[in-house]
């Protein structure tokens, strides 16, 4: 279609002026049908501003999702992946789960999401336009992964990313949510399925949720969510942060098989908690100890009663122990 042609000139020329030949010459198409794409682009979403007697402009911030723009952040290994957005979903991991065939590397984006999850069945604030929502499918040689330490592996890639493009500085919670200024501004969900004769794994999915340009939370997630556009004050482009996103999330997912030692002092160095008091909630079951350090399989050694103790994700969660003065 020539409306995607024209997207993807105006892309790769982003807050660049193209005049109406140059792209009529590209394109072979008329002036008025590139008038007609533009309007149409416009119409989805997309900030193109006309210029009198010079051509067109897609603004800096323009922030729409999409596959051109993606696609030119991610760089050499662009060809390796299948991206599909989509307007709405319940969820993207469900997506995924509900549609066996798509390939090996397919990266599900959706705008909203209706029943976004996160771990321990808790619920992830997705029907927000200005947020990432997106699950990447993995279905081939899968043992060079350390699927183990994939969770941690997400967790790391979104931190390195969302610090490199939007000048942040951000801290992960055990095991799988990402922090700004003490508020969540990311979740993780990791899943897999596993072949019921053989009893390995056939498929590992990868959902990540980002709270980019959400200006305003639900009140009873005021106190709890944070967003990169309330901690840095500017909007940012989520095709941008997608294409980065990609590239660091394989070399971190190769990390935990090449080079796990390297890939746990990252997460440790930006890990909350470490060296101090926490609480531990497992079930209806509250703990108390001390976050020492991690295993080689990210699992948490906690201190605690006199004891050193190895726990790991399953369905425990942590935070810092509030102690108070009686």
Not at 140 to 161: C, G, H, P, Q, R
Request: glycine share 8%; net charge neutral.
């Amino acid at each position: 279609m020539s409306k995607d042609k024209i997207l993807t000139l105006l892309e790769e020329h982003k807050g660049k002026i193209l005049s109406g030949n140059d792209l009529s010459s590209k394109l072979g198409i008329s002036r008025n049908a590139i008038w007609k794409s533009v309007n149409a682009l416009r119409k989805e979403g997309h900030q193109i501003t006309s210029i009198r007697n010079r051509g067109y402009v897609l603004e800096l911030g323009s922030d729409h999702l999409s596959e051109s723009e993606i696609r030119m952040h991610l760089g050499e290994s662009s060809s390796t992946h299948n991206i599909l957005i989509l307007t709405e979903t319940p969820s993207t991991n469900t997506y995924i789960k509900e549609h066996k065939d798509l390939p090996d590397n397919t990266v599900v984006l959706s705008n909203t999401q209706t029943s976004g999850r996160g771990r321990l069945g808790k619920t992830f604030h997705s029907q927000d336009q200005g947020g990432i929502y997106l699950s990447l499918l993995k279905v081939k040689e899968l043992t060079k992964y350390d699927t183990d330490l994939a969770t941690l592996a997400a967790a790391v890639a979104t931190a390195e990313t969302l610090d490199k493009v939007c000048g942040t500085e951000t801290a992960i919670k055990w095991v799988n949510d990402l922090y700004l200024n003490g508020l969540k501004v990311s979740g993780i969900l990791t899943e897999g399925t596993i072949e019921f004769e053989s009893g390995t794994l056939s498929s590992l999915i990868i959902g990540i949720g980002i709270n980019v340009n959400t200006e305003r939370f639900p009140e009873e997630l005021e106190d709890i969510a944070t967003s990169l556009y309330q901690v840095t004050g500017k909007k940012s482009v989520r095709s941008e942060i997608i294409g980065h996103l990609l590239r660091s999330l394989e070399e971190h997912l190769r990390m935990t098989k090449d080079n796990p030692e390297e890939l746990l002092r990252k997460y440790k160095k930006r890990m909350l908690y470490l060296g101090e008091e926490i609480t531990i909630h497992r079930g209806n079951e509250i703990a108390y100890g001390k976050l020492m350090d991690l295993s080689r399989k990210g699992h948490l050694i906690i201190e605690s009663e006199g004891k050193t103790l190895t726990l790991n994700s399953g369905e425990i969660s942590i935070r810092k122990r509030e102690i108070r003065n009686e």
